[in-house]
């Protein structure tokens, strides 16, 4: 029998991951069958959930508000979905009355909630902007405002929820309506008014830009972090730099700000700047937000998905625009039918397209696609959330670049225009005549604080994937590993990889057996839940998770139902290496 090891990653069903965290997004299911009976609606795991991927799964404190505003301005069986401004809440009316054309348009009603006073709203509130818009439909039709929620990623995050929630409880957010008679002093919530210390220091120790904002900081403790809310427009550029290439090694807040806007940048594009990176709330909203307004530039057409995309890109153009021409594979023969196609006088608006594909983790072959869209007149949006912009250099080939910050870089999202496209010029003007930054000041903070130490995490993160995708591969029981430095694309690879740059940290295994797979990942002493790009190991059976009512569909693309997917974290290399042993040593076991 294999070596018996006490699992130390043992985390109960439904827990947040990390354990206790209110805003975390990410939650366990840790074995096979929980897994499955998540998606089966099953009540032994659907009512332990404390939390969820935060698209898929209504944060608890964002249900509690919304439940609130539909009881005090809604019908008796109206429910609520809560948005950051009332353009987007205006965006899931829309999409309602085309998704439910039975309904009247007088049963979908937006609420917008505001500060009262005009104090709170031009002073104190200024940097923080405490709006929240809700939409009001009848209860019976929140599959349509869950699937509005789920594609778009426009829902407001658990904090933004949690700050209003608390103004509203206290009289101080109101319907926009009701704005001229009420009080005319707003301090904003009791338990944010307590004056204290912050550590966002600059290298003399002292607080940067306290001593003009001491009226706008809150306190948040719960991870005993103390922040100054008076440098969210600090950490936003900040940010902002880091992900123009600007910032290449770790650093704090107040070297970030130092740094020229010019400095030299690993995203070595003419023109491109940190006035480029437009923040949004989530991944999906990045690329949601770029298809609606690609789509104001041109006469709307249909769109290219290239290679097996993370499910809702597939559905916000199937659903959001004239339709979706998919070339499932990502192969060299699909994109040979695209060229016939173009030369026949077929035309697109876009082409989507994923580097590194998840969960393959494929490489397009971007330079080929590059040429197409010169040739043939349609934009390049590639997401580089996998391959991550310090091991590959995708912008010099698109026209917009998105990326989930959610994950390894650790915060929410991005969008930004490539400097060498000929699209650049319009569409930066679409963009700054339409950016509204709902980014919420509280994330933008934790965002800026979790990324100073990106560079070196990414370095140690590479390594520890390389091991792990050399302790898979030979094993007889695994069919395949993917892997980019194991792909039959890790020539497209190659040619975007940067200088130092590594082959990431996700990757995918499949086994010969299902029952292979089950024991393997219930074996496998990690945690285990959704999402990727934590600084802990995170495990999933992904095709389970993401695909689960369309199983069929998406084996038909290559993709297999057992399939079991890895985010490697920060452990010692060897504790990884020994974990993934022993798992493989409990699928063949003979005796067990």
């Known amino acids: 029998m294999p070596h018996s ?17 209110p805003h975390a997004v990410s939650v366990s299911l840790p074995t ?48 609520a979905m809560l948005f950051p401004t009332s353009a987007i809440a205006g965006r899931c009316r829309d999409f309602f009355l085309r998704q439910a054309p039975e309904l009247d348009a007088q049963q979908l009603q937006v609420i917008d909630l505001v500060p009262t006073s005009e104090k709170a709203r031009s002073e104190e509130f200024s940097v923080i902007s405490p709006r929240v818009s809700a939409v009001l439909f009848p209860g019976f039709h929140f599959k349509v405002a869950k699937t509005f929620w789920q594609h778009s990623g426009e829902g407001v995050s658990s904090r933004r929820a949690e700050y209003c929630e608390s103004l509203y409880d206290e009289g101080l957010l109101v319907d926009s309506k ?3 008679d009420v009080p005319k002093v707003c301090k904003g919530p009791r338990r944010y008014r307590q004056k204290t210390s912050i550590d966002l220091t600059g290298s003399n120790g002292h607080s940067i830009g306290s001593e003009k904002n001491d009226s706008i900081q809150f306190v948040e403790q719960r991870f005993g972090r103390n922040l100054d809310i008076s440098q969210t427009k600090n950490a936003k550029l900040a940010v902002r730099r880091r992900i123009a290439g600007s910032l290449t090694a770790d650093v704090g807040l107040d070297k970030a700000l130092s740094v020229e806007k010019d400095a030299d940048r690993t995203r070595d594009v003419p023109d491109f700047s940190e006035d480029d990176v437009y923040l949004y709330p989530c991944g999906m909203s990045s690329i949601f937000n770029a298809h609606r307004i690609m789509m104001s530039t041109r006469t709307p057409l249909k769109s290219i998905v290239y290679g097996f ?18 070339c499932g594979f990502g192969s060299s023969e699909e ?5 016939r196609r173009l030369e026949g006088g077929e035309r697109f608006l876009a082409l989507f397209t994923e580097f590194l594909g998840n969960p393959l983790l494929r490489s397009p072959d971007l330079e080929r696609i590059r040429y197409l869209a010169d040739k043939y007149d349609f934009y390049v949006v590639v997401d580089e959330t996998i391959g991550n912009f310090l091991n590959v250099n995708v912008l010099p080939l698109a026209d917009i670049v998105v990326s989930s910050l959610t994950k390894v870089f650790s915060g929410d999202s991005n969008v930004m225009g490539g400097g060498q496209s000929k699209n ?33 995490r990414i370095e140690r993160i590479n390594a520890n994937a390389g091991a792990i995708a050399e302790v898979l591969k030979p094993h007889p029981r695994v069919k395949k590993v993917y892997y980019p430095k194991y792909s039959d694309t890790r020539q497209n690879y190659e040619r975007c990889r940067n200088p130092n740059g590594g082959y990431g940290g996700l990757l995918s295994a499949t086994f010969h057996t299902k029952q292979d797979a089950a024991k393997f990942f219930d074996n496998l002493d990690t945690v285990k839940g959704p999402s990727l790009g934590t600084n802990f190991t995170l ?35 060897s504790t990884l290496v020994g974990t993934f042993q022993r798992a493989l040593e409990a699928i063949t076991d003979t005796t067990a």
């Open 5 to 21: 090891t006490p699992a130390v990653n043992d985390v109960e069903v439904g827990e947040s991951l990390p354990p206790q965290t």
């Open 32 to 79: 096979w069958r929980a897994n499955v009976g998540y998606e089966e609606g099953e009540e032994w795991v659907v009512s332990k959930m404390v939390t969820g991927y935060p698209r898929f799964f209504v944060h608890k404190i964002i249900q509690r508000f919304a439940a609130k505003v539909a009881a005090k301005y809604g019908q008796p069986d109206d429910q």
């Open 178 to 180: 009701e704005t001229e």
């Open 309 to 326: 995309p993370y499910i809702d890109t597939l559905k916000i153009v199937e659903k959001f625009g004239p339709g979706c021409h998919f």
């Open 335 to 339: 994109l040979d039918d695209l060229e």
């Open 424 to 456: 650049y010029k319009v569409l930066k003007r679409a963009w700054d005549a339409d950016y509204e930054d709902n980014h919420w000041a509280e994330d933008s903070i934790f965002l800026e604080r979790n990324s100073r130490d990106f560079v070196s």
């Open 539 to 573: 495990s999933s059976p992904y095709v389970i998770l993401a695909h689960y009512h369309e199983l069929d569909w998406a084996a038909s693309w290559g993709v297999e139902a057992d399939l079991v997917r890895f985010s490697v974290g920060l452990e010692e290399t």
